[in-house]
T-cell receptor, first 113, second 113 residues
Framework: DAKTTQPNSMESNEEEPVHLPCNHS???????IHWYRQLPSQGPEYVIH???SNVNNRMASLAIAEDRKSSTLILHRATLRDAAVYYC??????????????FGKGTKLSVIP | KAGVTQTPRYLIKTRGQQVTLSCSPI?????VSWYQQTPGQGLQFLFE???????NKGNFPGRFSGRQFSNSRSEMNVSTLELGDSALYLC????????????FGPGTRLTVT
């Protein structure tokens, strides 16, 4: 399975932008890049996903390198509610039409008031 | 729209026993995936069901099994419990063909003593 590498932890000041990096040098051409986050005592929550082009949604932006070997999740203005573990995940189609997410260790983001 | 629900939320079992966990997906979602989350191994994929058929299975022993009913509700069963099975078991549902975005339940915390 293709793997991702993320920093174990990061800190950010409240109301400042946050850039969470992810390396995925073994990504295949059909793998999508996903970001999920997990708040304490909750299940993971979808944040954003993309294939080749940069993506924006109401929660965040995803910047994908041209060679697709790395990506960055951008939170434009961190709030205390954004403190969570952020997972960078490669998703791909397995046999029989199944789509599988392979989670890594994630980055624990702390937001400082 | 109600989210993914999992029952029970907490469970304590003894080694050697078996356990059944239940997951009710979001209405209209036909794909259900199960994950095991432990501090040491992180989130690991167990299996995925779609239209009552298992489409994909992770690298877990045969003691872990599951099924899906015609209303898309899913159950997973673990037989002959071991101490190492203590974990948070998460299920996630998604729309058919849109497994890029999976919605996770709060999980069932299983403790094996």
């Amino acid at each position: 399975d293709a793997k991702t590498t993320q920093p174990n932890s990061m800190e950010s000041n409240e109301e400042e932008p946050v850039h969470l990096p992810c390396n995925h040098s073994t990504i295949s051409g059909t793998d999508y890049i996903h970001w999920y986050r997990q708040l304490p005592s909750q299940g993971p929550e979808y944040v954003i996903h993309g294939l080749t082009s940069n993506v924006n949604n109401r929660m965040a932006s995803l910047a994908i390198a041209e060679d697709r070997k790395s990506s960055t999740l951008i939170l434009h203005r961190a709030t205390l509610r954004d403190a969570a573990v952020y997972y960078c995940i490669l998703g791909g189609w397995s046999g029989a039409g199944s789509y599988q997410l392979t989670f890594g260790k994630g980055t624990k983001l702390s937001v400082i008031p | 729209k109600a989210g993914v629900t999992q029952t029970p939320r907490y469970l304590i079992k003894t080694r050697g026993q078996q356990v059944t966990l239940s997951c009710s997906p979001i209405s209209g979602h036909r794909s259900v995936s199960w994950y095991q989350q432990t501090p040491g191994q992180g989130l690991q994929f167990l299996f995925e069901y779609f239209s009552e058929t298992q489409r994909n299975k992770g690298n877990f022993p045969g003691r872990f099994s599951g099924r899906q009913f015609s209303n898309s509700r899913s159950e997973m069963n673990v037989s002959t419990l071991e101490l190492g099975d203590s974990a948070l078991y998460l299920c996630a549902s998604s729309l058919a063909g849109q497994s890029y975005e999976q919605y996770f339940g709060p999980g069932t915390r299983l403790t094996v003593t």
